[in-house]
């Protein structure tokens, strides 16, 4: 363990840890650095083609750890440059991470916890996980991305509800609402998923990195940019060895080989 997260791996992927459970994975200063850096390297890892994030203990992250932060004095405070030189790049980082991201949501997540894991590409959560937006409650806003993902997932009356009011919502919850991918058994929410990462990491995992640039791109693009982003996008899929290992696979009536480069 280092710095508050510990990694481990699979086959072909490795699962990141937010490991201070006796504070329910409160983020410091250093935690953040560390978690930024175990996901860089993770990138240029040619071994590792998927990433499963999740927390020790009985909660996901409860978000940023107040007792560590120095600026609770109003006049001195300047919350604004904790949040670009931390949360900032971290969340950037994550939405366009090259390799698939999954998260393992358990127990509460709540604040830049929350939105650190709606960051991801694919969230599961136990069925007594929870998210909460829960900033307005010491007179903050959502940051680490929430205002921008939470309307885009659930819509703007849902995401004004959430983060004015700070209601915890439950993980069946958030995803009939389309927040997360789906809600499953807590004994079974880390086989499972280990699984759906294992999965990931036998995909055309360069090939997700496009689609992932596509997604992201259009929510501020028209259709005609889209339209050529995506013709671009799959000039440089279909150059790739996987592409012709895939069409040769779907012919050939067999499993696919992918290595995951273009």
Avoid at 16 to 45: G, Q, S, V, W, Y
Avoid at 97 to 116: D, M, R, S, T
Avoid at 155 to 180: H, N, P, V
Wanted: charge should be neutral; include cysteine.
């Amino acid at each position: 363990m280092v710095a508050g997260i510990s990694i481990t791996t699979g086959d072909g992927y490795r699962i990141i840890t937010l490991n201070r459970p006796e504070k329910l994975n409160a983020t410091t200063a250093t935690m953040l650095r560390a978690l930024r850096a175990a996901f860089e390297d993770a990138a240029h890892d040619r071994t590792c083609r998927a990433l499963l994030l999740t927390g020790a203990g009985r909660g996901f992250c409860a978000g940023q750890d107040l007792a560590a932060v120095n600026t609770i004095d109003a006049a001195s405070a300047d919350l604004g440059a904790l949040v670009e030189e931390l949360y900032n790049p971290l969340i950037r980082l994550i939405r366009t991470h090259p390799l698939p991201v999954v998260c393992a949501v358990n127990g509460i997540a709540a604040g830049a916890g929350a939105n650190l894991a709606l960051a991801c590409d694919i969230v599961l959560a136990g069925r007594s996980a929870s998210f909460v937006q829960a900033f307005a409650r010491i007179a903050l806003i959502p940051d680490a991305g929430g205002t921008w993902v939470l309307p885009r997932l659930v819509g703007d009356a849902r995401a004004r509800a959430l983060a004015l009011l700070a209601e915890k919502i439950s993980a069946d919850q958030a995803a009939e609402w389309g927040m997360i991918w789906r809600a499953v058994a807590d004994d079974t929410l880390m086989a499972e998923a280990e699984k759906l990462t294992a999965y990931l990491a036998q995909q055309p995992t360069a090939t997700l990195g496009l689609i992932k640039r596509a997604l992201l791109a259009s929510a501020g693009n028209d259709l005609d940019t889209q339209l050529a982003l995506e013709r671009d996008l799959q000039r440089e899929a279909g150059r790739s060895g996987d592409y012709a290992e895939g069409a040769r696979a779907f012919l050939e009536k067999r499993p696919p080989r992918f290595t995951g480069r273009v």
